[in-house]
């Protein structure tokens, strides 16, 4: 199994910046893909970033330019870098590992709140 864990949440004010971490063990070697998401009561879940095993990323159109996602392979953690943070950014953020035999996994999520 893989376990995942965030850490970083917390609140900030608009224009402000957080770096959140995703810290994975278990069979870390089977995972293809990770992801950062969001959901705010009321709203969809999304996507916010995410970060293939060779290296691809993609990124939400609302945090593009704003959000950078990476890996510390040698740390088995992920990280998200959100700068400029807006009230709109705030939500649970939730860490996801795809695992190359069809399962995956979440974390419990980070609490972000952006105040204006």
């Known amino acids: 199994q893989v376990q995942l864990v965030e850490s970083g949440g917390g609140l900030v004010q608009s224009g402000g910046s957080l770096r959140l971490s995703c810290a994975a063990s278990?069979?870390?070697?089977?995972?293809?893909?990770m992801g950062w998401y969001r959901q705010a009561p009321g709203r969809q879940r999304e996507l916010v970033a995410g970060l293939t095993s060779g290296g691809s990323t993609n990124y939400a159109d609302s945090v593009k330019g704003r959000f950078t996602i990476s890996r510390d392979n040698a740390k088995n953690t992920l990280y998200l870098q959100m700068n400029s943070l807006k009230p709109e950014d705030t939500a649970l953020y939730s860490c996801?590992?795809?695992?190359?035999?069809?399962?995956?996994?979440w974390g419990k999520g980070t609490l972000v709140t952006v105040s204006s």
């Open positions: 278990g069979s870390i070697f089977s995972i293809n893909a």
């Open positions: 996801n590992a795809d695992l190359t035999e069809g399962m995956d996994y």
